[in-house]
């Protein structure tokens, strides 16, 4: 698989090291509280790695100050699947990475490597995909990542056995040079009137109905004139109806989002239908820009998320939810629901979002076209580079299809 990506791409000698972060956040330097903005320095050793990971309260910038990176990120579940954009940097470029989504950098020399993030966030928070995954503490079962990662449950097992490497410890003592308190003050000098919006924006206007058919682009959709606006642009039908869970995870969604509903445009808020056959699963995945209030309507599932990255580790919270139970997953982090017993189940999801996206952990991490380097996954993922290559000739199922058309039509 490595002939397809450029010659550049490939290290002449194989990754030995990692990278360092120092983070300036909220924890670290309590003048920043409420002023939303943080920043961090990263070290690279030749070679080293800055693993896939992603923060999911805040975008970031990265400014190369030394030496040469390969930095990419994996965008949300599409039509066209898991679509990873990635470039080359040198001394003086600029890299912006969304909000939640998973992205990584790697020093393709053999000289150390320098580079600075700026967050829009006091707390931008860290989740690395492979420990939040196999890391968690206590650990998923693996009986359901066994099914989600297409690996064996003995892998699994094995993997969770492992130890797993934080190389920002953002949450460690207040200690700020007074280097990086200079570096900072400019930094806020810089943002301070860039201040990020935490939620889709607030409407202005009774609606918006999105206009799928403008050539208008924009944070959204555009909005169709109101005198061509009916009462069915804001109607959907079909939430009664199971959907097919005849595939390989055994669940399914039927999502109501902007999409699918243009009367949600603007308005910030989306739902969905999840069904779940007996023992199927909805696998670890994310949304990058909404929490999610989870309610069992019929059956029990067994449902938790994993924190970012802790002094602790990464820390599950999971809980067993019998019909009429609620549950709530933060905005960013990994979650998951499955159905532990022997008939179907059904849930409903709320989201603050229009379009709250999706992020599928091992779709992004092994099925992103183009394919994440092998070198740059099989260290951070504790796996093989054959392992890795087998993992990314595999099929990776989305189970949502929240781009694709309708699957149950609004009359």
Avoid at 35 to 47: H, K, Q
Avoid at 94 to 117: I, W
Wanted: hydrophobic share 40%; net charge neutral; glycine share 8%.
């Amino acid at each position: 698989m490595t002939s397809t990506w450029p010659a550049w791409t490939r290290p002449r000698a194989p990754p030995t090291s990692w990278a360092q972060t120092s983070l300036v956040n909220v924890e670290r330097l309590p003048g920043l509280n409420t002023l939303g903005v943080a920043m961090s320095r990263i070290d690279f050793a030749p070679f080293g790695l800055n693993p896939p990971h992603s923060h999911p309260r805040s975008s970031e910038i990265l400014h190369v100050a030394e030496g040469t990176l390969y930095a990419g990120f994996v965008t949300s579940n599409t039509a066209q699947g898991n679509l990873l954009f990635a470039k080359k940097l040198k001394k003086g470029d600029a890299f912006v990475f969304p909000k939640g989504l998973m992205h990584f950098q790697f020093n393709l020399g053999d000289t150390e490597a320098v580079a600075f993030a700026t967050f829009g966030s006091q707390s931008p928070g860290l989740v690395t995909t492979a420990n939040a995954l196999f890391g968690s503490k206590p650990p998923i079962p693996d009986y359901i990542l066994a099914k989600a990662v297409q690996l064996s449950k003995t892998t699994v097992t094995w993997l969770q056995e492992q130890q797993w490497l934080d190389i920002a410890q953002e949450y460690g003592q207040r200690s700020v040079q007074m280097a990086a308190r200079i570096i900072l003050i400019a930094a806020l000098l810089a943002l301070a009137s860039s201040r990020a919006l935490a939620f889709d924006p607030s409407p202005l206007q009774d609606f918006c109905v999105a206009d799928y058919d403008s050539k208008v682009s924009v944070n959204g959709f555009a909005c169709m004139n109101a005198k061509d606006v009916t009462v069915d642009d804001f109607y959907f039908t079909g939430l009664d109806k199971a959907a097919s869970t005849s595939n390989e995870l055994g669940a399914n969604i039927t999502l109501v989002n902007v999409e699918r509903l243009p009367g949600l445009n603007t308005l910030g808020v989306a739902m969905s239908r999840i069904d779940y056959a007996p023992f199927g699963l909805n696998p670890p995945h994310s949304h990058p820009r909404s929490s999610e209030i989870l309610h069992v309507a019929e059956g029990t599932l067994y449902a938790g998320f994993v924190t970012s990255n802790t002094a602790q580790g990464n820390l599950l919270f999971a809980k067993k939810l019998n019909k009429g139970d609620a549950f709530v997953f933060p905005r960013g982090l990994v979650h998951f629901q499955f159905n532990n017993g022997d008939i179907p189940a059904v849930a409903f999801a709320t989201f603050g979002s229009q379009s709250p996206g999706l992020v599928t952990a091992a779709n992004a991490l092994f099925g992103s076209k183009p394919p994440i380097p092998d070198y740059i996954l099989a260290r951070p993922a504790q796996l093989s580079k054959t392992t890795v290559d087998w993992l990314q000739e595999q099929q990776w199922l989305d189970i949502a299809q929240e781009n694709g058309p309708p699957s149950v039509q609004a009359n």
